[in-house]
């Protein structure tokens, strides 16, 4: 079992920036895919980012590509999105999310993760 702690949300103004960080406990991520995901109220969980077992290969959504970073350390225990130029769009609660098994996906569903964080809020105003 893996337990899964984001921080670093917070409110900005668009244009601004944000890193989020996102620890596990009790266990590293096994080696095995990780990635960002973000929630408003009333909607489904989006994809965001995921990052291969080795951070060779990097996935985005179309929404935040080329804005947004997504890395994991050496460590294999801490998973970092690095947000640039942030809009009001982007304001949402964040969640890193762990895979137990790994597979040739980008792991953009939210189905192939099985560890979650409690989620950290970001809010751009205008």
């Known amino acids: 079992q893996v337990q899964l702690v984001e921080s670093g949300g917070g409110s900005v103004q668009a244009g601004g920036t944000l890193r989020l960080s996102c620890v596990a406990s009790?266990?590293?991520?096994?080696?095995?895919?990780v990635g960002w995901f973000r929630q408003t109220a009333g909607k489904w969980r989006e994809f965001v980012a995921s990052i291969t077992w080795n951070g060779a290969m990097t996935y985005y959504a179309d929404s935040v590509r080329g804005r947004f970073t997504i890395s994991r350390g050496s460590a294999d225990n801490t998973l970092t999105l690095q947000m640039n130029s942030l809009k009001p769009e982007d304001t949402a609660v964040y969640f890193c999310?762990?895979?137990?098994?790994?597979?040739?996906?980008?792991?953009?569903?939210?189905?192939?993760?099985?560890?979650w964080g409690q989620g950290t809020q970001v809010t751009v105003s205008t």
């Open positions: 999310g762990a895979a137990r098994y790994d597979s040739d996906s980008s792991f953009e569903l939210t189905n192939e993760y099985d560890y």
């Open positions: 009790g266990r590293t991520f096994g080696g095995k895919p």
